[in-house]
């Protein structure tokens, strides 16, 4: 065997060959599942895309860094289960381009943070963590109180639906008027929106104030949106909890 | 130059090794074979890998994988590990599904074990607007005070836990205040009479017959009681007491009349299990008590 070696050292072309060869076997191994990728994550029924705020809201996530800190991917451990309710499935992230699962937590896991807080909170804590978690480290992002730019959202959604999410071409091209009126629940847009995207798309002036579009909406939106697209995890990973008392 | 073949190596006489057969001038290069010791763990690690793709599910298989002699899934085994922990905890986690909560305060056994669970949920869930010691921040209410805006023993806390207030939860607590001075209820002038009226309230020294008092009973007794009182169990805030939730400044008082308040606490319902929110029930009715007990020493 490490005659065999030797001699192949001494002919460089077949050196690089076998190393070639070595190497591609470590690639073929992880590329090779992605080709079936669309047979062997389903879809669940009731899933649903991203609005166009909740997406302007996933842009401000990735452009400020937040997924430096913060995972969006709850793993398959038995404590992450009692912290943060059932393990992540690829299917709850089969709409994310990219995917957001983050390798990293200083701060705590958000893939089923939608609903958990109020929307105030969110906008107290991402002016200043301080003000509502005295411990907290996270940086304050007070600038989110910025006007929203949504000038790129319909070519975003018709980008997206190149990529397989189900956007319609109704949606791309509503897509401003969208996040403007999700924003604003009396606004005349807002049952639009609830048509489009399902009944159970939040529809709240989600900084405090309707009459604005700002980042912080977006932001805010996105984040109550998260693990809220679809309830699959919840259906599938059976928990028996003791129903009466003994 | 190289050794040809069919000679016999050139081996080195002071080491025993052979050399690599160049020549450069008379100085001639060792060909040092592998330590044994590197050559094992090779072969070792080559032998692990072969037992881990039988026993383990390694490779992959166009639409599926193979899944291994153990038939082992991280996804059940979490569920499997959870499940344990869940067992492990129904001891004294079932008296919590019934919800007999004067039964479960009289039994001192119980609540040993079941407070620091709480005090657990009680971080993981309710700490970030609550705060860790439940003493609460502007817009979240103090949990360790005995002013309840909706009640404190733990049936009404556990049910305030399930629907939540201003939740999306078909069934949630519903409380506003309005925004007198915005939806033009009131004149600025009045608002302006309202703030002194509810500060002179929390330091006892409102005059009723005043015109403060008159607009305060047109428009607020009905919520916040007569006299500001509150304890109606409709979300509406004692006046007098002293605590505030936004703050008992004159600006916060008057952005609160202008602009109204609608305070949101989360429903828990498909969060936390029954059992789970009739344990921070108990938890969260025992704080007012345990502050004063810390509070007096």
Redesign the interface.
């Known amino acids: 065997m490490l005659r065999l070696h030797y001699n192949l050292e001494k002919i460089s072309m077949g050196l690089v060959a076998a190393i070639i060869v070595a190497a591609s076997i470590g690639g073929i191994v992880e590329i090779a599942p992605l080709f079936t990728v669309d047979e062997t994550v389903t879809i669940p029924d009731d899933m649903r895309p991203h609005t166009p705020l909740e997406l302007a809201g996933r842009e401000i996530f990735m452009r400020e860094g937040c997924y430096a800190c913060h995972s969006q991917m709850i793993r398959t451990l038995a404590d992450e289960i009692d912290r943060y309710g059932p393990y992540s499935l690829p299917s709850e992230s089969a709409y994310d381009h990219p995917m957001l699962w983050g390798s990293k937590r200083t701060g705590p896991d958000l893939a089923r943070v939608g609903g958990k807080y109020s929307d105030p909170w969110h906008v107290a804590h991402l002016i200043d963590p301080r003000a509502v978690v005295p411990a907290s480290i996270m940086p304050a992002y007070p600038w989110l109180m910025e006007p929203l730019d949504t000038g790129n959202l319909g070519a975003e959604l018709a980008t997206l639906a190149r990529l397989g999410v189900p956007y319609t071409e109704e949606m791309a091209t509503n897509a401003a008027a969208d996040a403007l009126a999700q924003g604003n629940p009396d606004s005349d847009g807002a049952a639009d929106v609830a048509t489009r995207y399902g009944e159970k798309v939040a529809i709240r002036a989600f900084d405090g104030d309707p009459a604005r579009l700002t980042e912080m909406d977006a932001l805010v939106a996105y984040l109550q949106s998260l693990g809220t697209l679809t309830d699959v995890a919840f259906e599938t990973e059976e928990v028996k909890v003791p129903e009466e008392a003994p | 130059m190289s050794a040809h073949d069919g000679e016999a190596p050139d081996v080195d006489p002071v080491t025993g090794y052979e050399t690599t057969g160049h020549d450069w001038n008379g100085i001639k290069e060792l060909n040092t074979?592998?330590p044994i010791f590197v050559?094992t763990i090779l072969g070792l690690t080559v032998v692990y890998s072969i037992i881990a793709w039988l026993l383990l599910p390694a490779?992959?298989t166009?639409?599926d994988?193979t899944r291994g002699l153990l038939g082992l899934d991280?996804?059940e085994?979490?569920?499997?590990?959870?499940?344990?922990?869940?067992d492990g905890r129904?001891d004294w986690?079932?008296?919590f599904?019934?919800g007999d909560f004067d039964a479960i305060v009289a039994d001192q056994a119980l609540m040993a074990k079941a407070m620091p669970a709480a005090h657990r949920l009680f971080l993981?869930?309710c700490?970030?607007?609550h705060?860790?010691d439940a003493t609460g921040?502007?817009?979240?209410p103090d949990l360790a005070d005995s002013d309840w805006l909706w009640g404190g023993d733990p049936a009404t806390i556990a049910e305030t836990l399930r629907v939540g207030i201003n939740s999306?939860h078909p069934e949630t607590r519903f409380a506003q205040m309005p925004a007198f001075g915005h939806d033009q209820m009131l004149e600025r002038a009045e608002i302006e009479t309202l703030t002194s009226y509810v500060q002179a309230l929390s330091t006892g020294q409102a005059d009723p017959d005043g015109e403060g008092g008159t607009l305060f009973a047109d428009n607020c007794a009905s919520c916040h009681g007569d006299g500001g009182v509150g304890g109606l169990g409709i979300g509406a805030p004692s006046l007098v007491d002293g605590h505030w939730i936004y703050g008992g400044d004159r600006a916060t008082i008057f952005a609160t009349l202008q602009r109204g308040r609608q305070?949101?606490?989360?429903?828990w319902a498909?969060?936390l299990?029954?059992?789970e929110i009739n344990l921070l029930a108990v938890y969260v009715s025992g704080l007012a008590a345990e502050h004063e007990a810390l509070a007096s020493r």
């Open positions: 074979p592998f050559i490779w992959p166009g639409r994988y991280q996804g085994m979490a569920v499997a590990g959870y499940q344990r922990l869940a129904e986690m079932a008296r599904v019934a993981d869930n700490a970030a607007c705060g860790t921040g502007p817009g979240f999306p305070g949101v606490m989360p429903t498909d969060r299990s029954e059992a």
